[in-house]
């Protein structure tokens, strides 16, 4: 058994530095610069536009013309300006429109790496229309509130916004360069996180009370307030575009101890105390009296889904298939308002099926899940004493 698993973390970890190595060489990087600024997506603001007249300065504003040869406004593009501002999942670049009045008009999000899910909350919000009216060169100094459950996101749209403008005008508000960010709900990720692991390795009186504590907890803030969870879909993310060190310190020490505890200590924390997902169908699973059985062997097969979608995930990334990984999952359910039908659905299906089986996702599906299993250290073989061992045959 211990070879087993040996060979299998082996197998995993080999895995994934083959995908990294192929995805830094290899996968291509698409990058807006201003001066490839594609005109169906000047469009979307300036639905006149026919031909764009490059600035004076790279950095600059390029000028927007109609089919008549005037002008109709300016833009400029935040790539590779401030490609070092990422959010959930990779930087988040911006066209930047102006009038002829010099206020801003609009902003465009271009192609990006964040959860689908998550930029659909943030954009819905009308985030990128706050600036709209303002004087480019005030418009630096516009406060923009954050969106709750997405925050990483929204913060990185905000701050590339402020950092592209900054540039053009060195007169106005000059944006410091992004560091790790840290507020409250970094503090509740960070706390339930060390709760996680100490009741998972310490014996701790009442530990049955304090775990169904630690599971509502879960549920609540590290799902429906903050969306916090481990998944391959955030994996996808941080290995092609790299660990966004720049990002919320909360979500980068709960991803970090995910897979750094299981190598050291053999025990998989996350998922059985600290993932709100699996905490919600265990909460079910109590709630509801009625309980189903399923045989060991069928429980067995059934095991091997979730490393059947591990390896899928791990081919979509080595062949850079084009393909959001979030919809494998429930996790993005918690923004149920802004969430995927498939992500609702698999949610759906994952809770209803808890009522009556203890954490059927997690056991049978998670890919994620699979991925931390099989990070553990392998247990230490206990060995019986050559004299005891003989006493009890004899």
């Not at 950092?163 to 339930?192: A, E, T, Y």
């Not at 809770?351 to 553990?376: H, M, Q, T, V």
């Amino acid at each position: 058994m211990k070879n087993k698993q040996l060979n299998y973390v082996f197998v995993i970890l080999t895995i994934l530095v083959v995908i990294m190595t192929v995805s830094a060489l290899y996968a291509p990087v698409k990058v807006v610069k201003n001066s490839s600024i594609p005109l169906d997506e000047v469009k979307k603001i300036l639905p006149e536009a026919a031909k764009i007249v490059p600035g004076d300065s790279e950095k600059g504003w390029q000028s927007v013309l109609n089919a008549s040869g005037g002008q109709i406004g300016s833009v400029a593009a935040s790539s590779p300006y401030t490609d070092d501002i990422t959010g959930y999942g990779g930087s988040t670049p911006l066209l930047i429109f102006i009038d002829n009045d010099g206020k801003i008009k609009g902003a465009v999000l271009l192609e990006n790496q964040e959860s689908p899910d998550f930029i659909k909350r943030v954009l819905g919000t009308g985030i990128l229309s706050k600036w709209n009216g303002t004087p480019w060169k005030e418009s630096v100094s516009v406060q923009v509130d954050t969106v709750s459950g997405a925050t990483m996101s929204s913060t990185s749209l905000i701050k590339t916004f402020r950092k592209r403008i900054s540039l053009i005008d060195p007169s106005s508000v000059q944006v410091k360069p992004q560091g790790m960010s840290f507020g409250w709900k970094d503090g509740v990720i960070i706390f339930l996180t060390l709760t996680g692991i100490a009741l998972c390795h310490l014996k701790i009186k009442n530990t049955k009370t304090l775990r169904y504590i630690q599971l509502g907890l879960s549920v609540v803030f590290l799902g429906f307030i903050t969306a916090a969870c481990f998944s391959v879909s955030l994996l996808y993310a941080w290995i092609k575009n790299g660990i966004p060190l720049s990002g919320s310190i909360g979500i980068l020490f709960l991803i970090g101890a995910a897979v750094i505890m299981p190598i050291l200590t053999g025990k998989n924390h996350h998922c059985f105390f600290v993932c709100p997902y699996g905490a919600f169908q265990e909460l079910i699973f109590k709630i509801i009296p009625v309980k189903a059985n399923v045989k060991p062997q069928v429980g067995e097969q059934l095991r091997k889904i979730r490393y059947l979608l591990l390896i899928l995930f791990s081919m979509v990334l080595l062949f850079n298939i084009q393909m959001d990984t979030s919809l494998w999952e429930p996790f993005s359910a918690f923004l149920f308002r802004t969430a995927s039908v498939s992500t609702l659905i698999i949610a759906g299906a994952g809770l209803i099926a808890g009522a009556f089986l203890n954490r059927p996702w997690c056991s049978y599906c998670c890919p994620a899940g699979a991925f931390l299993d099989e990070l553990k250290r392998p247990a230490p073989e206990k060995t019986v004493p050559s004299q005891t061992k003989n006493i009890k045959e004899g």
